[in-house]
């Protein structure tokens, strides 16, 4: 399939979307060169040693809901090619007064521990755990493809209703359940209520009844460094320091996928879109922020509630009405007093990222986009709420502000690290509107950014689903390639 040029396949950018986009048109047997503008791969999805010589820290995601649900991990064999070790809690909650809410892995001991509230998040949840194979297929995909879950379909699309709206307390009768559910909300950097955070967040607690929210032992750059390993195996190519700033520089290439923000496509085209479409990629809005603090640890942090400190992921925000409180405050591009705060202690699951005895946090806050405020003492505060001498612990730390978070990764625009707002228009519209997002009007050109359906998370579906549909429409491949591991 060698073009007289020698390349049949070139991915710009080396995220996990453009590594599963490399992946799969290697195993389709095609000559796959992959430029990265960073001296390092991985974008977002990447480990170092940010704070302290043997504390390693996630640079992007440090929990990942949709490794063991994605259909293209799923197909890749993620699992067997990196240790991904699932909980036993999936996430906490810290409240007021010292209590706790605790999301098992468990679905059942999970309701035994919201007391009457119990039953309640059983039928919210319950069958959407039990179909979960068919809302991952219906959320990792473009919605605008006849439905083939339509029953399952409707269930989600009620619950989403529901607690997408006013009316999202009526089934609650305590603070616990609905501060926990909320927690998941929150992951998406938007208002609440609305339908958009509530159907992400659904999926998300969905998942962590189902297969879990897995830590990836070794950190985030193991995931990257699975994808990178296939891709070389089937002949790949990865060309580091490559900062590629217009379509014309690239070698001759019969498919060319762009894991970029749909603006930056439009400057790489230089003029060659059309009118229209141009219009509409620049019409893409992109979302608030997130300002990343990482820190090395002395010790465990002393939550007050002694369980949280078995949590890997935990959702520091207060009730349901402080965590809409704050989220509000940053839709209205204002910086809330008491913030969300989304933190992860991979350390109490992976000896790897620190010394002996000592303790790595992750965590990030949500800020209006581009803010360069940094949040250390924020974050520090609000954790600290719930777990006093957390401050007594700290040994360094190493803070990004939402500006900063762009000037490591383009696609963080503002540092939106969702590529793209999450509003329901551009869940429809991501980020045009049409079954094939990714296909863009030049000739053999694709998007494959988590600007493009089914949105951001380190799941590789955008990447795989634009690499099919190069795939089907440049060389006539209907049918995926096998992605398993080699034997």
Known sequence: ?????????????????????????????????????????????????LTLPGFRHDVGSAVHPLALASEF?????????????????????????????????????????????????????????DNIQAIAEVTGDTLLRVPRHPLTLARFGLRTLEQGSPAWNWRFTGE??????????AHSIGRLPSPSTAGAGLTLAAHAHARGWPIPIGGSGAIVRALADDLLAHGGEIVTDADITSLKE??????????????ALVDLADGALPDRYAASLKSFHYGNAVAKVD???????????????????????????????????????????????LAAQPSILDSTRAPAGKHTLWAYTHVPAGSTRDQTEQI?????????????????????????????????????????????????????????????????????SSSTAPGPGVHGMCGYRAALSALRHEYNIVEPPDLSPLQ
């Not at 035994?112 to 755990?129: E, F, S």
């Not at 969702?418 to 329901?424: F, P, R, V």
Request: charged letters at 20%; one cysteine or more.
């Open 73 to 129: 991990f799923q197909k890749f064999g993620l699992k067997d090619r990196i240790e991904l070790r699932v909980p036993e809690i999936s996430f906490g909650h810290p409240l007021p007064g010292g209590g706790a809410g605790v999301a098992w892995h468990d679905i059942e001991r999970t309701a035994a521990g919201l007391d009457r509230d119990g039953p309640a998040w059983l039928r919210l949840l319950g069958p959407l755990v």
């Open 176 to 185: 616990t359940a609905p501060a926990l559910l909320t927690g998941t909300f």
């Open 380 to 448: 520090t505060r609000q954790i600290e709420r719930f777990a006093p001498g957390f401050r007594d612990t700290i040994l360094a730390s190493y803070s990004q502000t939402a500006a900063q978070m762009q000037n490591h990764n383009p696609n963080h625009v503002g540092g939106d690290i969702a590529a793209g707002a999450i509003s329901m228009a551009q869940l429809v519209r991501r980020p045009v509107f049409s079954n094939d997002p990714w296909r863009t009007p030049l000739d053999g050109v694709y998007l494959c």
């Open 1 to 49: 399939m060698t073009t007289e040029q020698g390349l049949d396949a070139i991915v710009v950018g080396s995220g996990p979307n453009g590594l599963a986009a490399a992946v799969t048109l290697a195993r389709a047997g095609l000559s796959v060169r992959v430029y990265e503008r960073n001296p390092a791969i991985g974008g977002g999805a990447a480990t170092a040693e």
């Open 295 to 341: 820190f090395a640890l002395s010790e465990p942090v002393p939550f007050t509630a002694t369980e949280l400190r078995r949590a890997p992921t935990l959702h520091v925000g207060g009730t349901r009405a402080d965590q809409a409180r704050a989220e509000n405050a940053v839709a209205r591009g204002r910086h809330a007093d008491s913030p969300y705060v």
């Open 250 to 263: 690239l070698p001759s290439a019969r498919i060319v996928l762009l894991d970029v923000t749909p603006r």
